[in-house]
């Protein structure tokens, strides 16, 4: 096999989504309206592919191709899996949602192929420029997509929102980045990396390069104090976004932060750690205290996610192999609930009802036990309640932390998860304790019942017997990571 | 002996008995649910029963044991075991669930699958935690335990209900996440979660010290010891009559038996350290408690103070190092088990007739409800600790233990018998005594047969332990000792 060859089968599942992105762009042309269920089909049958590639070429070692700008390790397999399991997710989720308002068209089809061929990039981005083009495909097409119901004001102004700040952002990184060559000569992670391992050539640039980094990978994961945009654009968002936005995108900006702060600057972990601590205890108090005023619950989840970032990046502390895992494994859990919890809006929505309020999901238990014991499940991992999954991803980055000798700021760290209790608590309150108001029937596809349900159930078998998830974890990480 | 895993099926049983309760769904098949509920509960304690047959009493270690790994990455074990402390609780976990089941027969009508598969799955899950011996899966149990009693004193309380379980959630899990950072520390030091582990390992005063205090925040919250007790009058006041009996008569208990189980033999330098600020919260719990619990107006509130009064003589009965005052809080847990769990049926009793717990609402009511007077002044006595009674061992044993420890200890805690026999009495008095005051009161009716089988098992219970306490300590001498003998050597590392 030639470097072509090798070239172009490492990046096989990249170039399908690509095709099938464009192929469905085209295809959006000549299809009837009653037929365009095919689009969905066909959107779904990518991913399956992309899957069944991915795991074809899956080898439990490190692969270069392209020169050096892409890179296929474990780790990148096993996020990639994650992106198009929860992309998969999203999209049965909210295939009722966009049909009843009209967005159930080739473009959001494609744009979500092209979002998800970005993030497919930034995870296996070797090079800064690899990276750099994976966000921008990423965040293009997130614009677009907050923006795609163009009728409504709010959704509209999200987007610019998230436009302007993601550009600044994008650009803060930019910047970064450009020091950082300035420095070492150069724009591959490795390549960086060997530079800064061969002696620091001027610290003081590096640090500041390391600053800008950080503040735009912090915007990205959406990590205070860069949080600003992620409750008005949770929230103005259609649900359907939201849900996309909130699980499968962190996974690829959690690739960026492994690629970036891990591999490439490695050698100024001691610089980006005490970055982190200080990011990790602003976003767990906002996340968790402004979540308390919420009364919406795209917003109060919003809020959550800051405060999950808080403790996904308590797993990078320890800069370790171990914290590494850890914060994979969280992320993937975190994933997990975000896309039931989200899931479980979209569920209660309708044409014209969007049930993002607290107050929607008052009675649920009386209108259906089964729903409001998923939701039960699903706020109780959130908050780390045992025995769910979300205990066992506050476990690991928790005791990650606690091995680094984070002692004071673990003991932080759990004082704000129990203040983060709160919230999910009142959210049981309202579906339990009150009385219903409103007594329409759920009404929603089988399949979308039957996935919300594994999703949801996931979390508790999950919280039962989380060995093999933090296996897959532990293994991505080392085999990936020298 | 035999060879099935007995606690995994005490623990297993109830819990597919409270999901198969919960498949009944709506309040169509309410009969249904209560029956299959009552199967249950029947089946729950009859599994935990060889527990008792077949302990072998000369023993003071684990018995009973299960092993099997569960999470490789980090060392934790699905461990099970039980020595002579965690028998008696088991038994009265299985035991108390049957009787809030047949409690809740017909009182509670609204989404009765619901309320009965709580506490099915409750039981399963506190039985889990008696039995636990990793820390991990301890934890689990523990931190469980919360969901399905925050959904019951939420969904089935009174009328301040949500502030009552969002703060008991909340307080409970304040303890229990440092409890988790004291774990985590403990498994970086060991590199195990196994709890046996943890009592041979050396370890210094001030870390100890640190874990002693993580540890205390999760128990006294628990107990509840003063000054973190103020959750459990709230959420007693609130909570279904169910609810109360559960919270007072188990979940208390919880906070007690870790105390045994983790905080003093683990950092038993660190328990002869603090034991002095441990006796006087003990002991501040059993005379101030007691003077709150007198001025109380509502009858369930009483009990509650009550209840933290009596947990006070417990937590005094651990930190004096001494055979009489371990056995004593041991003899006390299990008592009050039996005494909280009836009182509160009584209030339940009134309550469901007049749905008022004033003091002041009632009067007389031994002229309409004879027979409920009789079993409602029996447990008043037991919980003043009249001689003949359980209530009586236990504070007895734990008094004479306190003697030998300090004259004035015993002396302050001596006045227990005062004041508890004021504020039950005084109450007595008030509800069951005197002119019938009003009509609500002459159209009472007496106790039915369900209600006379519940307050006559425990009653019988109440007066067998008090005359014959053999069973309980029998069973807890040899672990106790064999606790003793631990707590009395070092564990502080030698240089």
Known sequence: MNAIQYDLMTALPEILVLCMAMFILLLDLFLKPSNRFLIYVFAQLTLLGAAVLTLATHVPAVGYAFNGLFVDDPLADVLKLGVYLSTSITLIYTRQYVALRGMFRGEFYALILFSTLGMMIMVSGQHFLTLYMGLELLSLCLYALVALDRDNPNSTEAAMKYFVLGALASGMLLYGMSMLYGVTGSLNISGVADALLSGAPDHGVLVLGLVFIVAGLAFKLGAAPFQMWVPDVYHGAPTAITLFIGSATKIAAFAMVIRLLVQALFVLAVDWQGMLVIMAVMSMIIGNIAAIAQTNIKRMLAYSTISHVGFLLLGFLSASLNGYASATFYILSYVLMTLAGFGMILLLSRKGFEADRLEDLKGLNQRSPWYAFLMLIIMFSMAGIPPTLGFYAKFTVLQSALQAGFVTLVIFAVLMALIGAFYYLRVVKYMYFDEPEDHSPIVAPVDMKLVLSINAIGLLILGMLPQRLMDVCAYAIIHSIQ | ?495
């Open chain 2, 1 to 495: 002996m035999t060879d099935l895993p007995i606690l995994s099926l005490s623990i297993w049983v109830p819990i597919v008995a409270g999901l198969l309760v919960l498949c009944t769904g709506s309040d169509k098949n309410a009969s249904l649910a209560r029956w299959l509920a009552l199967a249950g509960s029947i089946a729950g304690f009859a599994v935990t029963l060889p527990l008792y047959l077949d302990f072998d009493f000369a023993n003071g270690g684990f018995q009973f044991q299960e092993r099997l790994q569960w999470v490789p990455a980090f060392n934790i074990y699905y461990h099970l075991g039980v020595d002579g402390i965690a028998v008696p609780l088991i038994l009265l976990t299985s035991f108390t669930t049957f009787i809030v089941v047949l409690a809740g027969w017909e009182v509670i009508q609204k989404r009765v699958a619901q309320y009965m598969a709580s506490f099915l799955i409750m039981s399963g899950i506190m039985i889990g935690v008696f039995s636990a011996l990793d820390a991990i899966l301890y934890y689990i149990f523990w931190e469980a335990m919360l969901i399905p009693m925050f959904l019951v004193i939420g969904i089935w309380g009174g009328p301040n209900r949500v502030y009552a379980t969002i703060k008991f959630f909340l307080y409970t899990l304040l303890g229990s996440l440092l409890m988790l950072v004291a774990f985590i520390y403990l498994y970086h030091q060991s590199n195990s979660f196994d709890i046996t582990e943890y009592y041979r390992m050396p370890l210094d005063l001030h870390v100890q010290v640190l874990i002693f205090i993580a540890f205390f925040m999760a128990f006294a919250v628990k107990i509840p010891m003063w000054p973190v007790h103020t959750w459990l009058p709230d959420a007693h006041v609130e909570a279904p009559t169910g609810g109360s009996v559960v919270l007072a008569a188990i979940a208390l208990k919880l906070g007690g038996y870790s105390f045994l189980r983790f905080a003093m033999p683990i950092a038993p330098d660190a328990s002869h350290y603090l034991s002095g600020v441990m006796i006087t919260l003990s002991l501040i719990a059993v005379v101030y408690i007691a003077l709150v619990a007198l001025v109380q107006q509502d009858m369930k509130k009483l009990i509650a103070y009550s209840s933290i009064s009596h947990m006070g003589f417990v937590t005094l009965g651990f930190f004096l190092f001494n055979p009489l005052g371990l056995e004593g809080a041991i003899v006390q847990m299990i008592s009050h088990g039996f005494i909280s769990s009836a009182m509160f049926l009584s209030v339940g009793v009134l309550y469901d007739r007049m749905h008022s717990r004033q003091i002041a609402d009632y009067g007389g009511v031994v002229n309409t409800m004879p027979t409920f007077t009789a079993f409602a002044v029996l447990f008043a006595m037991a919980n003043a600790g009249l001689p003949g009674t359980s209530g009586f061992v236990g504070e007895f044993l734990v008094i004479l233990g306190a003697v030998q420890v300090n004259f004035w200890y015993a002396f302050l805690a001596s006045t227990t018998l005062i004041f508890g026999a004021a504020y039950t009495l005084w109450m007595i008095k008030r509800v069951y005594y005197g002119e019938v005051t009003n009509t609500h009161v002459a159209a009472l009716t007496d106790i039915n047969r369900r209600e006379f089988l519940i307050l006559g098992l425990l009653a019988i219970l109440v007066l067998g332990f008090g005359i014959y306490p053999q069973p309980i300590t029998e069973m807890t001498h040899a672990t106790v000792s064999q606790l003793l003998e631990h707590m009395a050597s070092s564990k502080l590392p030698t240089l």
